[in-house]
């Protein structure tokens, strides 16, 4: 009896209208591929590399410059060559990206944690609560989100000291990125929650004198919810280029610390002296991960919009 209940299961996941789009999307399941891949590479360097690249004793001098493998003068042990301190360019990418989707992820669960239940008060409850919201809203999404989390990034510099400022670099960076780009999820939920509002389930709760913060809670946010999730899947990609161009420009992760953008920076000081792989390989990695998170969002919002189908 429970081998046909879970064939069962399986069989309408199979049959799924999900998981048939999925399938018969190519471009979407190499994203996948890849994007796991990559998470995979990234959360697993300690086990996948034996090279620590940033902690200055496990460097060698002498393996400076090295370049890829199949170049001449490059060797196996380090495929995809070393940059002007020894340090292999393969480890560095697997933790530079590490660094890259751990402030992507991090920071967009934060503007999710602040967008969505505003976005819900304000959509429900109308009148001044949703004006006084998205007056806000609106005066931040003016701002560039890199030139809030610049502005932020300073504030700190000046107030704590360079060796505090190095520790707390990144979740300082988390929370800027976090706090530029909160405002495009309280107006998506804002228009789901306006909606909601009007249906009968949500009077008959009110007629029964259900408590408010139960009615958002168990009622409005299950139903608004989805489309905001799904445009978090291509604010994961927005956040990392964010973090890449801060660090890229010097004010983001610090220099001890690898990320895509760092790694980024560091090579282009070189670019033009013939080490061309000291850079070129962090950028392809930062362009494949962030072209394959774009695509599964991309498919994401055409599968679970009826319009689009």
């Not at 309408?12 to 048939?20: E, G, L, Q, S």
């Not at 929370?175 to 009968?200: C, F, H, N």
């Not at 946010?221 to 990609?237: S, W, Y």
């Amino acid at each position: 009896m429970r081998k046909e209940q879970t064939l069962t299961w399986w069989g309408r996941f199979v049959d799924h209208d999900v998981t048939y789009s999925f399938l018969h999307s190519p471009v979407t399941v190499i994203a996948s591929i890849v994007t796991v891949l990559m998470i995979i590479a990234a959360f697993c360097a300690p086990v996948l590399t034996s090279y620590t690249p940033f902690v200055p004793g496990s460097l060698n001098l002498l393996d400076a410059f090295m370049p890829p493998a199949w170049e001449p003068g490059g060797v196996s042990e380090h495929f995809l060559g070393t940059d002007g301190q020894g340090r292999d360019i393969l480890a560095a990418i697997m933790y530079g990206t590490q660094v890259s989707l751990t402030v992507g992820l991090l920071s967009v669960l934060l503007s999710i944690a602040i967008g969505i239940p505003l976005g819900i008060i304000a959509g429900y409850n109308g009148g001044w609560v949703d004006t006084a919201i998205m007056r806000i809203a609106d005066i931040q999404l003016t701002i560039p989100p890199i030139l809030i989390a610049l502005m932020i990034d300073g504030v700190t510099r000046t107030s704590l000291s360079s060796e505090v400022h190095e520790l707390v670099a990144i979740p300082v960076l988390i929370v800027s990125i976090g706090l530029a780009s909160w405002p495009q999820y309280a107006r998506i939920t804002r228009s789901g929650a306006m909606v909601e509002r009007r249906k009968d389930y949500i009077a008959a709760a009110q007629l029964i004198q259900t408590p408010t913060a139960l009615i958002l809670l168990r009622h409005i946010f299950p139903n608004v919810v989805g489309p905001t999730l799904i445009v978090a899947t291509i604010g994961v990609a927005v956040a990392i280029i964010i973090e890449a161009t801060l660090s890229f420009l010097g004010v983001g992760v610090p220099p001890t610390t690898p990320s895509l953008g760092t790694l980024i920076r560091i090579g282009n000081n070189f670019l033009f002296s013939g080490e061309w792989w000291i850079t070129l390989f962090p950028a392809f990695t930062l362009v494949v991960l962030v072209l394959s998170v774009n695509l599964i969002g991309d498919w994401l919002r055409d599968t679970f919009n009826p319009k689009l189908r």
